[in-house]
């Protein structure tokens, strides 16, 4: 389905582009571009899939949406897409969300995924025993999940080696997070990121 996804942006959009397709995974797919791997990149278990034309497709996995769920469970008020709360976790810089829940499918494969909020740090396993801990933070906890999926996303992106403004389309369910969206906008402003408005391209 990953692949069909591609379809409508062949139709669309000659030069070169990275789809972002959203969901419990995140599947960040490059058609074309150099066909080596780091040692970096082979860690973070990117690989090599196919566009329904069988050339090669940069293709990367993140388990986005699963760690978007693990991390709201931990508190009982819910996800109101306050920018001010984005610009305010940014600024004060004393709460940060390390996502990675599925081992091997980490933007970061050697970090724990954890909360660090002042100078306490909570692991997931703590979290997990403790119980709803967030909701005193409000809506400054959401806008922290979100930019720690953007922060791992934008790394995702930065080794692409992609050309300046080169199209990057977000679609699926986190297309309509706004935190997410303006967030690594702001991450990579020398990309054009855009939110599809298909709600699947299969």
Not at 148 to 173: Q, Y
Not at 175 to 200: M, Q
């Amino acid at each position: 389905d990953s692949n069909a996804n591609l379809l409508p942006y062949f139709a669309q959009h000659a030069g070169e582009f990275v789809l972002l397709s959203t969901g419990t995974w995140n599947v960040t797919m490059r058609p074309g571009g150099p066909m080596t791997l780091s040692d970096e990149e082979i860690a973070q278990r990117v690989f090599f899939n196919q566009d329904p034309f069988k050339r090669p497709v940069r293709t990367s996995l993140m388990t986005a949406g699963l760690d978007y769920d693990t991390f709201s469970a931990f508190s009982n008020a819910h996800d109101e897409q306050d920018v001010d709360a984005l610009r305010r976790v940014i600024e004060e810089s004393n709460l940060f969300i390390v996502p990675g829940v599925m081992p091997g499918a980490s933007a970061f494969p050697n970090a724990e995924p954890r909360i660090v909020h002042n100078e306490s740090t909570y692991t997931l396993e703590a979290l997990r025993q403790g119980g709803h801990l967030y909701d005193s933070l409000g809506q400054d906890y959401f806008a922290a999940i979100n930019l720690g999926l953007a922060i791992a996303t934008a790394h995702g992106l930065s080794g692409l080696g992609l050309p300046p403004r080169c199209n990057v389309f977000i679609e699926g369910g986190f297309a309509k997070n706004r935190n997410f969206c303006e967030a690594l906008a702001g991450l990579c402003p020398e990309l054009a990121i855009s939110v599809s408005f298909e709600n699947e391209g299969t």
